[in-house]
T-cell receptor, first 117, second 111 residues
């Protein structure tokens, strides 16, 4: 039983295309996240949803749009892909919203390696 | 400015204790510190989380001094399978709830 799953695992596409990455968690968690990990292994948060409500929206180009149809799913759609979008994208979930002293561990998916050519 | 800083790499030998320190100068009173482990081609995995003083679980300890401007992950008696990248993560609650990962410490355990 995979706790946090992402599809696809690998995604190779050309510049200018539009693509989506899907994420699902079966842990019953309220909060989900998208992270980007670049070639230097830096992990940076992009978005977070709590019960389908956007709560974190870091400085990310408008070409990236998250969508949460329900609290078990958080998809990432990317328009007009650029070379710099090549990275590994991780989805994660936590039991509840990270807020001050009520911090809970995050469970990460296996990642989606996006290559833009 | 919310920032976390770690050494880029460390080397160790099997059976040794490894201590990895993360600096987070602008941490506030209620900000939590969490450490993750990442193997190649996998997502990060939770190791330990703390708020102050010392926390210990079955795999690691986390030491946080009184000023909380740094934290140290301690791995007792490492083995080859502990070779991985270790990240500290701080939730800067009083800075808009920013989640900031350190740049990761690549630990290499040798026989």
């Amino acid at each position: 039983d995979t706790a946090v799953s992402q599809t696809p695992k690998y995604l190779v596409t050309q510049m200018g295309n539009d693509k989506s990455i899907k994420c699902e968690q079966n842990l019953g968690h309220d909060t989900m996240y998208w992270y980007k990990q670049d070639s230097k292994k830096f992990l940076k948060i992009m978005f977070s949803y709590n019960n389908k409500e956007l709560i974190i929206n870091e400085t990310v180009p408008n070409r990236f749009s998250p969508k949460s149809p329900d609290k078990a799913h958080l998809n990432l759609h990317i328009n007009s892909l650029e070379l710099g979008d090549s990275a590994v994208y991780f989805c994660a979930s936590s039991q509840r919203r990270l807020a001050g002293s009520d911090s809970y561990e995050q469970y990460f998916g296996p990642g989606t390696r996006l290559t833009v050519t | 400015l919310a920032k976390t800083t770690q050494p880029i790499s460390m080397d160790s030998y099997e059976g040794q204790e490894v201590n990895i320190t993360c600096s987070h100068n602008n941490i506030a009173t209620n900000d939590y510190i969490t450490w993750y482990q990442q193997f190649p081609s996998q997502g990060p995995r939770f190791i330990i989380q703390g708020y102050k003083t010392k926390v210990t679980n079955e795999v690691a300890s986390l030491f946080i001094p009184a000023d909380r401007k740094s934290s140290t992950l301690s791995l007792p008696r490492v083995s080859l399978s502990d070779t991985a990248v270790y990240y500290c993560l701080v939730l800067f609650y009083n800075q808009g709830g920013k989640l900031i990962f350190g740049q990761g410490t690549e630990l290499s355990v040798k026989p």
